[in-house]
């Protein structure tokens, strides 16, 4: 039973996991950047969404919320820092990236305090029973729902609509698509906006889960989703939600049973670390 | 006096071990995000003996002898993984070191190691061996960047494939860079330990690996001066910024956003524009 609950855990974790990281691989997989600063909008989400419920009492109105102005952040943050480096090494724009981050980490402290925001009225503390002796929170069942939900639209939206094939066509060959006639431009913008907004709401699910929001919420997922994306195989969007899947579990289970001589970030590099040794390119890497 | 002497004490370690990443990072264009983790082993390499009342002169080569085999594994796997498949392998290593630090007893655990007994060089004396440790290595950098070593490196940082298509045994050389890049953060590890004489396993993790990289990329990666320049300045900076008290960070961390924006070739960069071109013709 305990297998059970531990594996529903890691899928939990792993969903959450899978929002944030999907942005951070469409960025990498369009520009070459590893978008570090994709965390500070993970963070901006839970803050808005704490906020906006306070003042509304709506959980929909919040989530709303923190997608679309994290969304219109993110693409403020490819316009401003990240266009103009597109000519330089990556890790140039790695290192402003994590300015960014750290910046972004005291601009929280400074406005919103150093102790974190909690619910007033929490949202979904119920619980479900599965089946005896076993149960779910609605904010865990919530989780799942909506990364489905969020993850079958996008691949339907990217498989089915002009948009999403343009969008794909300028990931695999950028040059071509614009020969073409996609505008490279407003791609790069979409995809800052929806990755962005995808962390954004993952913020507000983790701020439900944990109903505390801090300052510094960001930094496990800022390195996690790098590991996430790398173990996936830069860019593919496949591997990457089976990497955050798989990591979830792995976390779960690795801190119970070896959690004596890891603690959870080295069980999860551990982890990256001997599968890349197997496969270089990651899970489902290209080439 | 004894607060200069302690802040010129942190600057050359900083120098010391952001110049053992340029050798890496910046001559062999292997990029790192673990470097935290080989000034960590050297550390706690140099702590552990001296407690154990060795010499503190003798831990020094002890110290880099531990740091570079951990090096020689971290090398192995720039062999396998390439470009940014290495910088977050090396990362997972930085966090793999805090998180083995943090279990084990004989490291001191989470409470990490106190106690670390004196050098018997006093501060002045360890000051000088600092800064000579420092001025020797930046001397061997530039000498090595000059010789026909140097050369290979920039061929391997530029296109490994061409490289290895001229004949150029890639992999021993990735690996000898790995090794003199980490037996120096090593020795810098062990100075480290005698100059703060405490050792906690959040010391060598993500930030601290972060912040050097940080170093070799505002100096001008590959550039010896730039890079011991940006060291000397941002291993004291935050001291500096006392005055703006809680802002400290969000200005630190502005500054190198500006740097990495309006300059991303570095400060070394930067200087080579003011030279070559004058202040007024720029651009």
């Known amino acids: 039973m305990l297998s059970v609950e531990l594996f529903v855990q890691g899928i939990v974790q792993g969903s959450i996991y899978a929002l944030i990281a999907l942005g951070l691989t469409l960025v990498y997989g369009l520009l070459r950047i590893l978008h570090v600063a994709h965390a500070a909008l993970f963070t901006l989400g839970a803050y808005i969404g704490v906020l906006v419920t306070n003042q509304t009492g709506s959980l929909p109105l919040a989530l709303a919320a923190a997608a679309l102005f994290a969304g219109f952040v993110g693409m403020a943050i490819y316009k401003l820092a990240y266009e103009p480096l597109l000519s330089r090494p990556p890790y140039i724009a790695l290192i402003a990236s994590i300015a960014l981050f750290i910046a972004s980490e005291e601009i929280y402290r400074i406005t919103f305090g150093p102790y974190g925001l909690s619910f007033v009225d929490p949202p979904l503390q119920g619980q479900i029973q599965l089946f005896s002796g076993f149960y779910l929170k609605h904010g865990e069942v919530l989780v799942i729902g909506l990364s489905v939900t969020l993850l079958g639209l996008l691949a339907w939206l990217s498989s089915s609509t002009r948009t999403g094939i343009a969008w794909r066509a300028t990931v695999t060959d950028p040059e071509i698509a614009q020969a073409c006639g996609v505008n490279i431009q407003s791609v790069r913008y979409l995809n800052f906006f929806i990755g962005s907004a995808l962390a954004a709401i993952a913020g507000v699910l983790v701020a439900l889960l944990n109903n505390l929001v801090e300052p510094t919420m960001g930094s496990v997922p800022s390195y996690k989703a790098l590991a996430i994306i790398v173990l996936g195989g830069l860019g593919s969007i496949r591997g990457t939600l089976l990497a955050a899947m798989a990591l979830g579990v792995i976390e779960a289970f690795g801190t119970i049973y070896i959690g004596r001589m890891l603690d959870r970030d080295a069980i999860a590099f551990a982890f990256l670390i001997a599968v890349l040794m197997v496969r270089p390119r990651g899970l489902l890497g290209a080439r | ?283």
């Open chain 2, 1 to 283: 006096m004894a607060y200069e002497i302690t802040l010129l004490t942190t600057m050359a370690i900083s120098v010391l071990f952001a110049l053992s990443l340029n050798f890496i990072s910046g001559f062999c264009g292997q990029i790192s995000l673990g470097h935290a983790a080989f000034l960590g082993t050297g550390a706690y390499t140099s702590a552990l003996l001296t407690k154990a009342s060795v010499p503190f002169l003798l831990t020094l080569p002890l110290a880099a002898m531990t740091a570079a085999l951990l090096g020689v594994l971290v090398g192995l796997t720039s062999l396998r993984v390439r470009h940014d498949f290495l910088a977050i392998t090396t990362m997972g290593v930085a966090f793999l070191f805090v998180g083995i630090v943090r279990q084990q007893d004989f490291l001191g655990g989470e409470i990490g190691v106190s106690g670390i007994p004196p050098t018997g060089l006093g501060r002045v004396g360890f000051l000088i061996l600092a800064i000579s440790l420092a001025a020797a290595f930046a001397a061997f950098s530039l000498y090595v960047r000059r010789s026909w070593m140097g050369f290979v490196f920039k061929s391997i940082a530029d296109n490994e494939d061409v490289a290895r298509l001229l004949g150029i045994d890639v992999p021993r050389y990735k690996l000898a860079a790995f090794v003199v890049g980490t037996a120096v953060a090593g020795v810098a590890g062990a100075l480290y330990a005698h100059h703060f004489r405490f050792l906690a396993p959040d010391s060598f993790g993500f930030i601290e690996s972060v912040s050097v990289l940080a170093m070799v990329i505002v100096g001008g990666i590959g550039s010896v001066w730039g890079v011991a320049f940006a060291a000397a300045i941002l291993s004291v900076l935050p001291l500096m910024f006392q005055f703006v008290n809680d802002f400290k960070l969000l200005l630190y961390s502005a500054l190198l956003f500006a740097m990495m924006r309006f300059s991303p070739d570095g400060v070394a960069g930067l200087v080579r524009r003011f030279l070559v071109t004058g202040p007024r013709n720029r651009g």
